[in-house]
């Protein structure tokens, strides 16, 4: 990695820029993730991130880039970003994971190592994600709901469309699965909206 310093005109700026590097797992040569306004207040304008992957101040530094184009090329990075989507638990368990409080990383990865074999995307995927690589996001897929109800003989029963395109009923493997907008206008008193899996 080659150095970058970057010139900021505002706080705001200056605040967004260690943003982006305290996500990418970058620090101050100190040690800590803090925004250390102080320096901004005492005119200091340009920020540097080191070889060694250290944030440090550049008064007289150059050459420098501007901070609007430090945020296009993070937005270009971004795009080069692979998504996968999961579940809300699925999303919810990796954050616990990623969290890892009271363990180390590798720890809370061993203890869920079933868990994360279970998920249907690379693993390699995973532990990128796990470790904090920006270029692997997890975001939580659109929910889909179903309708069901109960038969004359107590049977639970799901709302299919049959192959003449009117609503039927039937199992859960054929049941008519959609966004909530489009269960609404299927909805009668007869059936009750759930959550699909």
Known sequence: MTETVVHVTTLEQWKSVLDVWFKQGYMWASGDKEYHEGYFDYGERKLLLTVDNDIQMASDYAPYIEYSEFISQQKEDNKMATVYEVSQSVFDK?????????????GAITFNAQFIKSIEVVNKAILRYLADD?????????????LWRIDDVGDEVYMRINGFGTPDWGGTSDAFIAPLEEIKKWKTPAWDIEKAD
């Open 134 to 146: 920006p270029a692997i996001e997890f975001k939580v897929k659109e929910q889909l709901y179903r």
């Open 94 to 106: 990796l954050q616990m994971i990623k969290a890892h409080g009271g363990s180390s990383l590798i």
